[in-house]
C-alpha cells in the first residue's frame, strides 16, 4: 500500500511545545525570538542556551508524567 502523498505532513507538537518553552523562558527575561536578535552575539548565544536547557528539561518532565499516566491506565 502506497501512502497518500497529498496528505499533509503532521505538524510535530514536541517541536511546538519545545518553542513555547523557549518563548516563556525568554518573556520571563523581558525578552522575545524577535528582540534578542538585537543583543551582543555572546549574550544571545548564553541565553538561548539556557532557554534550550530549560526546555528541554521541561519537555523531559511532560514526557515523564505522560508515561506515569500511560503506566496508570495499563493497569
Known amino acids: ?5 497529498d496528505q499533509a505532513p503532521r505538524p510535530d507538537q514536541t517541536a511546538d511545545l519545545e518553542l513555547a518553552l ?3 523562558f525568554l518573556e520571563r527575561r523581558g525578552q522575545t ?4 536578535h538585537t543583543l551582543p552575539e555572546a549574550e544571545r548565544h548564553a ?11 521541561r519537555l523531559s518532565e511532560v514526557e515523564s508524567r ?10
Open 47 to 57: 541565553i538561548m542556551r539556557e532557554a534550550s536547557l530549560y526546555a528541554s528539561s
Open 1 to 5: 500500500m502506497r501512502p497518500d502523498i
Open 66 to 75: 505522560a508515561h506515569f499516566v500511560d503506566d496508570l491506565h495499563q493497569k
Open 22 to 24: 523557549i518563548s516563556e
Open 33 to 36: 525570538l524577535h528582540s534578542i
